[in-house]
């Protein structure tokens, strides 16, 4: 009867040389007695291997028109082909890479950064994990704002043609102010087009003008003879 005292361990990821302790080799005969030095024993180890614990993270999609509120999403999903998703004594510590949100017209990827902790120790065992991340979108669209022009004519005189104009102030939030400028001619016939437009918050400062859209529904014809 031959008896081992195998001394290889692991438990996180990575590999170690399965050993025995030589000093604790025992072989005993079938008279009970220790017959381990009648023996030239070779030692032959292979190695334990701990290889990384496959999850997936997946964060939702979110979208909505500007109304200069922030726009977020905090749900997510932990799932892995093993079962238990994350190891018995462990925990998730989900940051959201946007976690206040976005605000302006944009698109970005609702990323997020996942730690793996021990529930006693605190200590990060995230390397343990082959993390994929599969993540949604947050957007951002801009207010569809129409106008229409009308149309003038004039004989030349050296000064400005312009004619009226009219948008939809209802898709301008209340606490922004518009400031629109149209086509002028001195000579020569044009469309009656939107030239370019500033807005402003209730403090004067300037709003991104990607938030805002300006879609004409009708434009008029400015001619000076």
């Not at 206040?100 to 006693?120: M, P, Q």
């Not at 050296?158 to 002028?184: C, K, N, P, R």
């Not at 020569?188 to 300037?206: A, F, P, Q």
């Not at 938030?211 to 000076?224: A, D, H």
Request: hydrophobic share 35%.
């Amino acid at each position: 009867v031959a008896t081992l005292v195998v001394t290889g361990t692991i438990t996180n990821v990575g590999k170690e040389e399965n050993c025995v302790d030589k000093d604790k080799t025992l072989i005993i005969g079938k008279n009970g007695k220790d017959v381990t030095e009648n023996y030239d024993i070779t030692y032959e180890y292979e190695c334990l291997i701990i290889t990384h614990r496959p999850i997936t993270i997946t964060t939702e999609n979110a979208t909505k028109v500007y109304d200069n509120v922030p726009l977020f999403n905090h749900t997510y999903e932990i799932s892995s082909e093993m079962s238990p998703t994350i190891v018995h004594g462990q925990h998730e510590v989900v940051e959201f890479v946007f976690d206040r949100g976005i605000i302006n017209v944009s698109k970005v990827d609702n990323a997020v950064i996942i730690n793996i902790l021990d529930d006693l120790t605190e200590e990060d065992v995230t390397y343990n994990y082959n993390i994929t991340y599969v993540c949604g979108i947050l957007e951002v669209t801009p207010r569809i704002v129409t106008y229409s022009t009308e149309s003038a004519e004039k004989v030349y005189d050296g000064t400005f043609l312009t004619a009226a104009y009219s948008y939809d102030t209802t898709a301008i939030l209340s606490e922004h102010q518009v400031e629109l400028s149209f086509t002028q001619i001195l000579v020569g016939t044009k469309n009656n087009e939107l030239v370019s437009y500033r807005i402003t918050d209730e403090k004067g400062n300037e709003v991104c003008k990607e938030n805002y859209k300006f879609v004409p529904e009708e434009t008029g014809i400015l001619n000076v003879i």
